[in-house]
Each structure stands twice: as C-alpha cells, then as structure tokens.
C-alpha cells in the first residue's frame, strides 16, 4: 500500500515488494488508494507482470490517499475487518509520517505483521539517513531555481522560490544549497527577516544584482508571498517576483539514487516480514538496512545538520 503525498521512487518499490514475495512463494495483494482503500476492500492481486515497466515511473500505480476516516476508531475497525475477510496476513505500507503516526495507532490495537518503508519527498522520518523520492525533488527543485537564475541575472532581480515542506525544510536547505541561493528560510530555524533584508542591503552595495531565497512552504516566518511584501516594503525600487514550484516537485521519473533506493528497501521489507519482523521501517543508514519501531519513525525529524547551515552564510558571499 502506498499512502499520503506520493513520491518518485514509490513504483520501484512496489515493484520490488511485489517480485521479491513472489519469489519468496507469497501471495501478493496491492491496496489501492492508502488506508482509504484499506477500509473500502480495494484490495487487487498482483503478478510480476503488473509491475513491469514502472521503475522509471513518478506517482504510484496503486494510487494514494489522505484518509481522515482511518483516524477514527470505526475507520480503523473497518480496515482490520476488510483485512482479516481479505486473508491479508502481513502488510507492507509506503508513506511518510502521517502514514507511520496512523500505523502506530492501528497496530497499538490490532495485530497484523507490518513493515513500513519511507517514502516521502520531505526527509523527514527518523531511522533512514534518505526517503524515497526524496533526492528526485531536490533535483527538480534545483533545476528550476538554476533556471529561474538565468532569468534573475538577466533582469538583476530578486527572487524568492518556494518550495514543499510543510513541517520540515530538508528540500529547501538541499536544493538552496546545491544551485548556489543566497538565503535558505526553513521551519527548523527561527527566520529573521530583518537579517535577510541587510543581506539584500549589502548585495546591493557591492553591486551584486542577483539575490535568490530559497523558502520552505512551512516555514516559521511565513510563505514566499510574505517574504516578498517584507522586501518590498523595505525596497520599494527593486525588481522582484515570486515562484511557487509546488506539486511539480512531486512527479517525474525517480532518480537512479531513488530507484535503487526503493528497490533495496522494497526487497529488505519483504525478507523483514519472511523473517517474522514487524511494526518496524526498513531504512538505509550509512549504507546498511536498518529497522526502527515505528512508534520511533514518528518521534520527529532528524535534527538538520548545523554545519550545513552555517556553510551557507559562507559560501553564499
Ligand atoms: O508530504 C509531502 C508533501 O509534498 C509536502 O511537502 C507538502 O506540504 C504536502 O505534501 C502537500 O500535500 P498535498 O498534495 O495534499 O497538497
């Protein structure tokens, strides 16, 4: 089951999960459409040839949804009846956190095998150093703020881009970092506009033309829009626009980073329930598969990186 906002990577493992229980003499059921379709009974077999051809491919062939029934405890019920009258014995789920917070409440009631795998363009689980779809929409976000650079330089503009994240600003603070911004505003550190306003100043006063401000969509101060009136109102002579890149960062083939990182949780998952593991996410830390509780995954995101963070005041001159 693939569940909440989608991901690039997402298909591959699916793929992985689908050829690897086959292989290890399961039956093989997709849910569609999260747990909405957990409590619905849209439960569909599945065969190594309905997952050919989807490793290259954005979105999820099972579809995905935000269930606010599934939060409830008649929802809930609902989902285990459609499981147990499915002969549903052990379940892998991709999401992101809101995916683990309501398999953490399901399985503290009911008792199914489960084994989650990440899978969220945010980076914000605990347990695996990346998540799936995670470095596809650093590289979209990148790429459109290279691009939206060109056009920035050639009018000595200033602009401010935001990007997803509603509660955490890894896409921000990677895809700022890796096209050159010269500010990066994030919900994981308190932002000073006054700051980002005298950085504005001083480009000014040494001539350089371009300043662009990479800004998560959650972050504490506000969204781009906000960010802009403040420089307007301080500037009312400079050139500035805004661009919102949005759901784009959302789709697209996965990256090769993102296709091996599926299919190698999607294959360890698998062997995870084999072996009898359960309520636990399959991760990759330092290169090697780890399982956490999933009451753990949700405990909050990993701490940002500090060096990272004051790295860009240095290079961003
Ligand atoms: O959780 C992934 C994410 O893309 C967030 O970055 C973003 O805030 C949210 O989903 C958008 O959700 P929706 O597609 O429901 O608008």
Not at 28 to 40: A, L, S, T
Not at 185 to 212: A, F, G, Q
Request: some cysteine; aromatic content about 6%; hydrophobic content about 40%.
């Amino acid at each position: 089951m693939t569940s909440g906002g989608d991901s690039p990577g997402m298909n591959a493992a699916i793929r992985a999960i689908v050829r690897t229980g086959i292989y290890r003499g399961m039956n093989v059921y997709g849910i569609r459409r999260g747990y909405q379709g957990m409590i619905e009974g849209d439960i569909i077999p599945m065969k190594t040839t309905d997952v050919s051809n989807i490793i290259c491919r954005g979105g999820t062939i099972l579809k995905t949804a935000r269930s606010k029934e599934f939060m409830t405890d008649e929802g809930m019920e609902k989902a285990y009846v459609q499981l147990t009258g499915n002969n549903i014995e052990a379940l892998i789920l991709i999401g992101g956190d809101g995916t683990f917070r309501g398999a953490n409440k399901f399985f503290e009631k009911y008792t199914i095998p489960a084994v989650g795998l990440p899978g969220t363009i945010d980076k914000d689980l605990v347990g695996t150093d990346y998540t799936i779809g995670f470095d596809t929409a650093v590289n979209t976000a990148m790429e459109a703020i290279d691009k939206i650079k060109d056009t920035a330089e050639a009018h000595d503009r200033v602009f401010v881009v935001e990007v997803m994240g509603r509660d955490a600003g890894y896409i921000a603070l990677y895809s700022g970092i890796a096209s050159g911004a010269e500010d990066i505003l994030i919900p994981e550190t308190i932002t000073d506009i006054e700051d980002v306003l005298n950085r504005i100043d001083d480009d000014e006063r040494r001539k350089k033309s371009v300043h662009i401000i990479v800004v998560a969509e959650g972050d504490d101060f506000g969204s781009a829009e906000k960010v802009h009136e403040s420089i307007a109102q301080r500037f009312p002579n400079k050139d500035i626009r805004t661009c919102v890149l949005g759901h784009i960062q959302r789709g697209g083939s996965p990256s090769f980073a993102d296709r091996i990182l599926a299919s190698r949780l999607g294959y360890a998952a698998v062997n995870a329930i084999y072996e009898g593991k359960t309520q636990v996410m399959a991760g990759i830390i330092n290169n090697e598969i780890v399982f956490t509780p999933f009451a753990n995954v949700v405990k909050g995101a990993p701490p940002m990186h500090s060096d990272l963070l004051n790295m860009i005041r240095v290079l961003s001159v």
